[in-house]
């Protein structure tokens, strides 16, 4: 029963570069969580998705940043123009649904913007 | 705007002994209560949970306290472990309105605990 998946562990992108990260739930659970780890700070919740819908995006930059999770395949963040900023650890978490409170997480993938 | 507060960094502990974690909070819409430990390169992991309606959670050697009216919970672990050295975070769920989605988490920004031997 394989865990939240996510690739690629490690990107390095120089700016003006777009980078995707990709998202694989736990078998069975349907909502998916992406946060962002800045260096020396906690993990900042961006968006929340089920199936082929947006529910709450209130945490993602108003540009260069989106995501999806579509019917079939991983959920995949996407982050176009990169800047230094953007060097950060992502986790992708996700959970069965509404109430379960407990998040399972991915072990992250680490972007590098040179 | 800091909604989930951990205000010390790192922790230093000797094996043997207690490790106490603290964690305050602001929103008073948070109604859940997680502890997850992180090790480096990995991903968190889910360590103990617990409700608004209890003061008291205990799982092994870690036990989760809530105190409500002081939005404060702290993460006790005796006999606290080598294996035990890791970043715990503390989190909260209470809704859309909590800034962490519905049903997501806010967190704090961590507290490095180190166990000496």
């Known amino acids: 029963n394989a865990g939240v998946m996510q690739n690629p562990r490690h990107l390095v992108r120089r700016r003006g570069q777009e980078a995707r990260l990709r998202c694989s739930p736990m078998?069975?659970?349907?909502?998916v969580y992406w946060y962002r780890q800045l260096p020396e700070e906690g993990l900042k919740f961006m968006v929340y998705l089920q199936k082929e819908n947006i529910i709450d995006e209130s945490g993602m930059p108003k540009e260069r940043f989106s995501a999806e999770f579509p019917k079939e395949g991983p959920s995949i963040l996407r982050i176009q123009q990169v800047v230094r900023g953007d060097s950060a650890a992502y986790f992708c978490?996700?959970?069965?649904?509404?109430?379960?409170?407990?998040?399972?997480f991915g072990a992250g993938s680490r972007l590098t913007v040179l | 705007d800091q909604q989930v507060k951990q205000n010390s960094p790192s922790l230093s502990v000797q094996e043997g002994r207690i490790s106490i974690l603290n964690c305050d909070y602001t929103?008073?819409?948070?109604?859940?209560f997680l502890w997850y430990k992180k090790y480096p390169a990995e991903g968190p992991t889910f360590l103990i949970s617990?409700?608004?309606?209890?003061d008291k959670n205990e799982d092994g050697r870690f036990t989760v306290f809530l105190n409500k009216s002081a939005k404060h919970l702290s993460l006790h672990i005796v006999p606290s472990q080598p294996g035990d050295s890791a970043v715990y975070f503390c989190a909260a769920s209470g809704g859309l309105d909590s800034g962490g989605g519905a049903d997501g988490l806010t967190f704090g920004k961590g507290t490095h605990l180190i166990i000496q031997p």
């Open positions: 617990i409700s608004s309606i209890k």
């Open positions: 978490a996700s959970s069965p649904g509404l109430g379960a409170n407990v998040l399972t």
């Open positions: 078998k069975g659970h349907s909502h």
């Open positions: 929103n008073s819409m948070f109604d859940y």
